[in-house]
């Protein structure tokens, strides 16, 4: 299969006193350090795929690592058939990346900060840039300062969209914005992948965009890969089964990836939706699980409550 | 690497230039010797290249153009060729804009043995000296970051800067009994220009812009490959 990212066996891990990485609580820190451990998975060409988990979990820091920001301690990363480190130089004039915050000059205009990333593409079409800016209403001539957080993400989409990127890279482009530019988008994604050549990884805790555009979904938690699958295989095997505290009979538990135990009754995960549709049809409620149920379950621990 | 330099000084545009007019201007002033504007004019050197740290460091750019196809080496190589500009361009304002305009204008200078703005001395002196402090601070710049980076460059150049001055003061202390400082150190340049002739002289002061340039760019290319951001 082409692909247009492939991670082997990616570890990185920072001391205690790492000042790149404060993992929270439930993530991949133990003993206070920072563990990713041998994350693999890979995106196809002209997909989307959707990088979810918790905060802390080490989306983050797979994306900086295929962008060589920081150093693997083991691992390959190749991205559009390239290693990422030996074809930096190549990788980086086909790929498009939007940080979760835009980091351009806010003093200057955007026709300036246009000025200030163009040159270093070699493919950089100025007319792409100009169709889009107008596109996203854009004021050229305004001071990036000026601009709100959704007007920022617009001109950096904008420009990670103006270079014929074969691979858009977004770290949590949509925290924090309105659901109608999350709506624009990712329609705008949508649109990107429809020459069948380019891809998108999208990191993001905002599940339900996913559930929208996403061919594939990698789920990382604690600095491991739960899973890393297409959505629709996902969407389709994972339950949430609500009942009364008879689920929590000890025949029942291992089937549950996490328990969430409440006043109302018991509500469980699992990821072999026929037989628990098997075993609780009757005397319980059986729901597609969202990316949200997944990740809400699965954040805390082993799962289990 | 031209890309770079030029995203920099299209980014501080207005605030060297603001610098260098403030300067030229104030200098222009008849009280001023010449040994102040010279080191006024390394002052703003330096200060160009920390203002354009400043301003990468706080809209955090580095990262950006770590994203783009751009090589670390490529980015420490810019930083560099921006010193050597802003050397160029302190040295400009220093012996051109006002060096020539004081000289046009008759502006008068406290002599005190100094010869002028306008001699190979005060060139001797203006070039290697800021080169040195360039030269220093972005090593210091490349492993600690702008803000680590810069204090402890602070600290080092005072601590360089006293240690030259004593030294200065213990190898030349009937000199410095006789007269102010600035003729001293410019005496002690003009006899070390006429024992070794002029052309080596300069090829001298120019092996001594280039030397710690090239340690210190050795250094800082070590350094950066191997920080995270």
Known sequence: ?305 | MLKLVGKDLLAARWILLCGAAVLSLYSLQPFFSAGFILAAGGALALAGQATVFFLEDRNKTEILYLSLPVSRASIVGARYLLGAVLLAAGGAMVFGIIGWAGALMHVPRPAGGFPGLLSIEAAALFFPLTAFFLSLYLPFYHRFGFGRGTLLFTAAGVLCAALGAAGLKAALSDAFASGGGEAVIFGAVRVLRLSLGTPLFVLAAAAAVFIPFLVSLFLSTRFYARREF
């Open chain 1, 1 to 305: 299969m082409d692909c247009a990212l492939e991670i082997k066996d990616l570890s990185k891990s920072y001391s205690p006193s790492g000042r790149l990485t404060r993992p929270a609580p439930d993530s991949a820190g133990s003993g206070g350090g920072f563990h990713l451990n041998e994350v693999s998975f890979s995106l196809p060409r002209g997909y989307i795929m959707g990088l979810i988990g918790p905060n802390g979990a080490g989306k983050t820091t797979i994306i900086k690592l295929i962008l060589n920001l920081i150093r693997r301690d083991g691992g390959e990363i190749r991205v559009l058939g390239l290693d990422n480190i030996a074809g930096e130089m190549e990788i980086k004039s086909r790929l498009g990346f939007v940080h979760d915050t835009p980091f351009f000059y806010e003093h200057l205009t955007l026709a300036d900060v246009r000025k200030t990333v163009a040159p270093f593409y070699r493919d950089w079409d100025d007319a792409c840039f100009r169709r889009l800016a107008e596109e996203f209403e854009l004021p050229l001539g305004k001071r990036f300062k000026t601009l709100s957080r959704g007007m920022k993400m617009k001109f950096a989409l904008a420009a990670a969209l103006s270079h014929k990127a074969e691979l858009l890279i977004l770290d949590e482009p949509t925290s924090g914005l309105d659901p109608v530019f999350r709506r624009e988008l990712l329609r705008k994604l949508s649109a990107f992948i429809q020459d069948e050549g380019k891809s998108v990884l999208f990191s993001t805790h905002i599940t339900s965009d996913l559930e929208r555009i996403a061919d594939f979904i990698t789920f990382i938690r604690g600095g491991r890969i739960v899973f890393s699958s297409p959505r629709d295989r996902i969407l389709g095997a994972w339950v949430v089964v609500k009942g009364g505290p008879e689920l929590l009979a000890a025949e029942n538990r291992p089937l549950f990836k996490g328990i969430r135990q409440s006043a109302c009754g018991v509500h469980a995960l699992t990821a072999e939706a026929d037989e628990a549709r098997r075993r609780f049809g009757r005397e319980a409620i059986v729901e597609t699980a969202t990316l949200e149920d997944i990740m809400f379950f699965m954040s805390k621990g082993n799962g289990h409550a």
